[in-house]
């Protein structure tokens, strides 16, 4: 059986390949009877003797191979020489056809993050039998579904007050969102979990909440950046706080796209740009490969221009609320800034 598991949501990819683990038996079964194989390396013949070796004391094996469909995801600038293209085209059908010829006590898994459309040996594969589950990152509603069923799951409940809250202090990161869940429910100990809860235990709140509306400033969704600066606002935050805060982001994104091309691992890059949970890490990681330098710079540059004005006596929170929708619309306000 083939399955097929791609998208940006690492968590329920990993949850949805953990089930298919059980199937195989105990860890001492699954220790025997499973292969992990790497898609930018794996050949036919490795992949025929990872498959066809028979189960040992159980009815199935399974093999996992990471990367084998960003392995053939077309690039933006496709190679100028003919005979890499027909060795590709060339490479993806024969692994396609193989894929149909895999034994049956054999489950073999495809796990890979984002895949376009046009990914030749996912639309191949998508005509064939194989089971092709997307895992998009979780926005809005979903998200907030998500939050409920997980607190559910845990025999709590929720207040949706909480639960808005909750999505966006902590974002679609799954991982991070089912720890503070798990903290959550332990602090309320069988009553339902409200707003105070949520702002007193959930950890790196107001850091979350700059990088989402770093983020909505970056994609011009103004809506959404305005309402992010105005829950950090109402939230006690200080003007002069939040614009050190977003300058601080600004810079980290720009080191950021400096240091990934040092190929450091995630504690390093967490240790270098100074976070303060792994989470954070992975939300640079995203929002730096997303936007450009130029892009990048900016912002900052606006941000430097805001915080002159602040500290020469035009209020805080005016200065924000223009910096913000400068921003979003990619040109300079006519009232910026004029005393």
């Not at 396609?96 to 040996?121: E, H, M, W």
């Not at 691992?265 to 330098?293: M, P, W």
Request: charged content about 25%; overall charge neutral; glycine content about 6%.
């Amino acid at each position: 059986m083939l399955y097929v598991f791609h998208g940006e949501d690492e968590f329920s990819r990993q949850q949805a390949l953990d089930e298919l683990k059980k199937g195989i038996g105990d860890a001492t079964a699954l220790a025997t009877n499973m292969a992990v194989l790497e898609g930018a390396q794996v050949t036919l013949e490795n992949l025929r003797g990872a498959c066809e070796t028979m189960p040992f004391l159980a009815a199935q094996r399974l093999v996992i191979i990471h990367g084998m469909l960003e392995r053939f995801e077309p690039r933006s600038k496709p190679s100028r020489k003919k005979t890499r293209l027909e060795t590709a085209e060339s490479e993806y059908q024969s692994f396609a056809t193989y894929f149909g010829q895999v034994p049956d006590f054999t489950i073999l898994v495809l796990v890979d993050g984002k895949i376009g459309n046009q990914n030749p040996l996912l639309k191949e594969l998508s005509k064939s039998k194989a089971v092709i589950k997307a895992f998009p990152v979780m926005r809005t509603a979903a998200l907030r579904q998500w939050i409920e069923k997980r607190v559910a799951g845990q025999g709590g409940k929720i207040s949706p007050q909480a639960t808005d809250l909750l999505a966006r202090f902590v974002g679609s990161d799954l991982r991070a969102m089912a720890n503070e869940i798990d903290k959550l429910s332990l602090f309320a100990a069988g009553r339902r979990i409200e707003e105070p809860d949520v702002r007193l235990l959930v950890s790196d709140a107001q850091e979350a909440n700059v990088f989402a509306m770093v983020d909505a400033i970056l994609e011009s969704r103004a809506v959404i950046a305005q309402e992010l600066l105005q829950k950090l606002l109402d939230q006690g935050a200080a003007p002069t706080y939040l614009l050190v805060m977003i300058t601080r982001q600004a810079r980290v994104l720009v080191r950021m796209k400096e240091l990934a091309k040092q190929g450091l691992s995630a504690i390093e890059l967490q240790s270098r740009l100074g976070l303060s949970a792994d989470f954070l890490v992975r939300k640079a990681t995203e929002q730096a490969g997303k936007y450009s330098l130029e892009r990048l710079a900016e912002v900052y540059r606006r941000l430097l221009e805001a915080d002159i004005a602040i500290k020469t006596g035009y209020d805080g929170e005016l200065a924000l609320n223009i910096l913000v929708a400068e921003l979003c619309q990619g040109t300079r306000a006519a009232t910026s800034y004029v005393h």
